[in-house]
């Protein structure tokens, strides 16, 4: 009896992808790792900044949101690391 | 053909000569690459003549927004901010609705519609088919896969010939390049953007869309987390806005630049150089107006198989999924 195959997400094995599209899904978790990183301390500033000028309380809370963003953005790229290594 | 590239160069000098003094080079060269509620005739060795002004069209979004104001630079109507929505139509409008025009004319004309015919007939019929099989096969099979790419390969087309239909516009004299404005290069990335997010909700539905977005970390930290992931969505279409915009906008400038130093070293011998050099930046202007269609839609293709991609391999956020992704796959067999 022929068994068939269960269908893979995505439909083919990929061979039929190109180079860069390889490469850039390769790299993409990557990517979105270093992204984590640089994108906490960069929400934590903005955030802190706006909420600032909102309650008028600069520049306490910019200080301590930038401590937390950074903080997340570091546990967030070392929880993607620690999972990339999982992976392979 | 020595004979056309002489009088064609002659053109350009001409042009450049009726551009006035050198005190105004620099607001010759801005005032024709923004947009304007008007288009302009330019004549060779004459004044420019208004050919054609445009309605103006206002829209308040509070009482008495768009009421005129005086500001230092005399009467006018406020911006968006102020509560006043702009819908004018403009130089650029104009150039999207003839890009539209005219590539709806070629398809109709060289588009196959006879399906019992399936060789195309004809140059015109046979470059269309050629681009189009490069945007199937090259952009989009090759990006995205072959099960899901050819259901982009509808937006990859319009997206590719829309541009390249629009680029190639502002190359003809009196037109306008659209996608040197800022605001036409951003809705045609916001297309993009909102098919790579359907492509992502298609591929890992709407929960591990979500999820994806919290970053896969403790929910105590998403408040921090999900505006992160969220921000990062933007990068790509701002990537794709701003390559577009940038590359069709430094063309025009660096191109009427060159015609400008006539006026600005205030000698007509500079012609003898600076004319060359404006017609090869022309040719080169030509051919990035390819590339940029390309690069656009190949990035476009690039990302949707990317998010198409991220959709089948949601498991890593903590799902359990009994089947390896191809996504998974390909990474640890390329670098094997």
């Not at chain 1, 270093?34 to 008028?56: C, M, Q």
Request: charge should be neutral; include cysteine.
């Amino acid at each position: 009896m022929e068994v068939k195959e269960p269908r893979k997400p995505g439909g083919s094995d990929g061979s039929e992808l190109g180079e860069t599209a390889r490469q850039m899904r390769a790299a993409q978790p990557y990517i979105s790792a270093v992204w984590k990183l640089v994108g906490g301390a960069v929400v934590g500033v903005l955030g802190g900044y706006w909420l600032d000028g909102w309650l008028g309380t600069g520049p306490w809370l910019m200080v301590v949101l930038s401590l937390v963003g950074i903080c997340v953005g570091f546990y967030g790229f070392l929880h993607e690391m620690a999972r990339l290594g999982k992976r392979k | 053909m020595r004979k056309a590239m002489v009088l064609f160069a002659s053109l350009f000098a001409a042009t450049a000569w009726a551009a006035g003094s050198e005190d105004d080079v620099p607001g010759y060269i801005l005032h024709h690459v923004v947009d304007s509620p008007y288009l302009e005739i330019e004549v060779p060795l004459g004044n420019p003549i208004k050919a054609l002004e445009f309605p103006q069209w206002h829209v308040p979004l509070k009482a008495n927004g768009c009421a005129p104001r005086m500001t230092e630079h005399g009467e006018e109507i406020p911006g968006l901010m102020d509560g006043c929505l702009d819908m004018s139509i403009t130089k650029h409008t104009l150039m999207m609705w003839l890009a539209a025009l005219l590539l709806m004319a070629t398809l109709f004309i060289w588009g196959n519609r006879d399906k019992t015919k399936l060789v195309p007939r004809g140059a015109g019929a046979n470059i269309l088919e050629m681009l189009v099989l490069f945007v199937r096969d090259e952009l989009a099979i090759k990006n995205i896969g072959k099960e899901e790419g050819p259901r982009y390969v509808p937006f990859l087309l319009t997206v590719f010939f829309f541009i390249l239909f629009m680029n190639m516009l502002g190359m003809i004299p009196w037109m306008a390049t659209a996608t040197g404005n800022l605001a036409v290069t951003m809705a045609l990335a916001l297309c993009t953007f909102v098919i790579t997010q359907v492509a992502g909700i298609r591929a890992a539905g709407l929960g591990g869309y979500l999820k994806h977005l919290t970053g896969g970390v403790a929910p105590w930290l998403w408040p921090i987390m999900i505006p992160v992931e969220v921000l990062g969505l933007f990068t790509k279409p701002f990537a794709l806005t701003m390559r577009l915009f940038a590359n069709m906008l430094a063309g025009h400038i660096v191109f009427f630049f060159l015609l400008g130093l006539i006026f600005l070293l205030g000698h007509p011998a500079v012609a003898a150089v600076s004319v060359p050099f404006a017609f090869a930046i022309f040719m080169l202007e030509l051919f990035v107006a390819f590339v940029q269609a390309y690069v656009f839609a190949m990035l476009s293709a690039l990302f949707i198989g990317m998010s198409v991609a991220m959709g089948h391999h949601h498991d890593d956020h903590g799902h359990d999924h009994p089947e390896a992704g191809p996504s998974h796959d390909q990474g640890k067999a390329h670098h094997a």
